[in-house]
């Protein structure tokens, strides 16, 4: 157990729905990030969040949208999804300027859009 | 801009064999860490092993070792006395260390494939 908690754990919706998508960091980790798996491929890195603020954004749609909350959790919607929208989506936390910046995962949430 | 690349789709060894997994990335940067991540079937990203480019030591932790050779860009992961557990997608990633993005960059993943 990574201490990273993602949910929830599925997800199926329809096309052209919008979804959420919930990541609470480990304790005492302030950076968070968000990375897309599609189907037996690598992950894309999407946003990451410090302390609140945004600081990277990769591959990410504009349909897309991501915020970290004051009690560190964070949030990633999703919009007008479609089929191809369907991966598993993983939440990664880190100290930051700690020790190797090592990025712990969480157990993902696997998004089916039909 | 980086990128990783590992181009063995698939492996397979027999247990208790010996096998390595390949890792090549490119970058002009001169610091950076690289990592190999294992993903079982239940999908969690496990961290396996860390190297700092800084450091000429190659990383070991128990039967994993890797074998970083920094000029020629390469990052190769060494499995000894395979296990059926090590079965899994084996990932490589490259990250900054000196950033304020601290991104995974990753390659395609290799499937390790465990006989008995």
């Known amino acids: 157990d990574s201490g990273v908690t993602q949910t929830p754990k599925h997800l199926i919706t329809a096309t052209g729905q919008r979804v959420t998508l919930r990541c609470s960091p480990r304790?005492?980790?302030?950076?968070v990030y968000w990375y897309q798996q599609s189907l037996d491929q690598g992950l894309q890195f999407l946003i990451q969040y410090y302390n609140g603020e945004e600081r990277a954004k990769g591959n990410i749609l504009e349909r897309f949208s991501a915020q970290q909350f004051p009690d560190l959790h964070s949030e990633l919607n999703l919009s007008s999804l479609e089929l191809g929208d369907s991966a598993l989506y993983f939440c990664a936390s880190s100290v930051i300027h700690g020790m190797g910046d090592e990025q712990f995962f969480g157990p993902g949430t696997r998004l089916t859009v039909l | 801009a980086q990128t990783v690349t590992q181009s063995q789709p698939e492996m397979s060894v027999q247990e208790a064999e010996t096998v390595t997994l390949s890792c090549t990335y490119d970058?002009?940067?001169?610091?950076?860490?690289l990592f190999w991540y294992k993903q079982p079937p239940s999908r969690q990203m496990i961290l396996v092993i860390r190297q700092e480019a800084y450091k000429q030591q190659n990383a070991t932790e128990n039967r994993f070792s890797v074998n970083f050779q920094k000029a020629a860009k390469s990052f190769s992961l060494k499995i000894s006395d395979s296990q059926l557990g090590d079965a899994a997608m084996y990932f490589c990633a490259y990250r900054r260390r000196r950033d304020s993005n601290y991104q995974l960059i990753w390659g395609a993943g290799t499937k390790l494939i465990i006989k008995p």
């Open positions: 970058t002009s940067e001169s610091d950076y860490y």
């Open positions: 304790s005492g980790d302030l950076s």
